[in-house]
Structures are given as structure tokens and as C-alpha cells.
């Protein structure tokens, strides 16, 4: 699977941003994704995930009710809504694929896009 992450950039605090997760090469439906990200000088740490149907959910506990993660099988797209932002959100953002079942843990993941940066200033 092939992941391509963008919808990154500049906003300010308590402003909105949407990232988007554009996969190709293997069946979509076939497989749970996720986000984390990585801060300068921190590990890559878990945000969301989605089940392969879309129908079970993972948030970390940092961007809960803040954050929202949904799929479009039929555009092989996951997305990750962003409002409420703060500064400690910002940091590069990447999305990553596995079989079937999500999980909160980076290294059960076999497929990761190349992130995308978020910032967001005070």
C-alpha cells in the first residue's frame, strides 16, 4: 500500500485543519488506518484510528473530542478533522496502513505515508 499524506500547514491556535490520506496499490477496505505524529525531539506517538469498515474508532486521549478520523473506501481516503488546535499539536503527521484490525501501537503498522507538517502558533 501506498500512502500519500497532505492537508498540512500554518493555522492558529483554535482554528480548523483537515489532513487527508490518499492510499493506492492494495484493497483500501482491506485495511485499518491510522495517525500519529512526531513533535521535534519526541517519538512518533498515536492520535487516531479506524477500522477497516469504518464502523470502530481510537482516539488518544490528547485529541479526544477534538479530533475526528473518518474513511471514504470508495475514494480510498482517510481523513483526519482538526478543530480546537493548539500549540503542543503541532508536529509532522503521518498516516499508516495495516490488515483489517486498528490498533493504537505505531508498531503493528506495515505501511506509512511521508507526513505532513502542522503548526500551530499561539
Known amino acids: 500500500v501506498q500512502l500519500q499524506a497532505s492537508g498540512g500547514g500554518l493555522v492558529q491556535a483554535g482554528g480548523p485543519l483537515r489532513l487527508s490520506c490518499a492510499a493506492s496499490?492494495?484493497?483500501?477496505?482491506?485495511?485499518?488506518m491510522g495517525w500519529f505524529r512526531q513533535a521535534p525531539g519526541k517519538e512518533r506517538e498515536f492520535v487516531a484510528a479506524i477500522s477497516w469498515s469504518g464502523g470502530s474508532t481510537y482516539y488518544a486521549d490528547s485529541v479526544k473530542g477534538r479530533f475526528t478520523i473518518s474513511r471514504d473506501n470508495a475514494k480510498n481516503t482517510v481523513y483526519l478533522q482538526m478543530n480546537s488546535l493548539k500549540p503542543e499539536d503541532t508536529a509532522v503527521y503521518y498516516c499508516a496502513a495495516k490488515p483489517w484490525v486498528a490498533s493504537t501501537r505505531r508498531f503493528d503498522y506495515d505501511y506509512w505515508g511521508q507526513g505532513t507538517l502542522v503548526t500551530v502558533s499561539s
Open positions: 496499490g492494495r484493497t483500501f477496505s482491506n485495511y485499518a
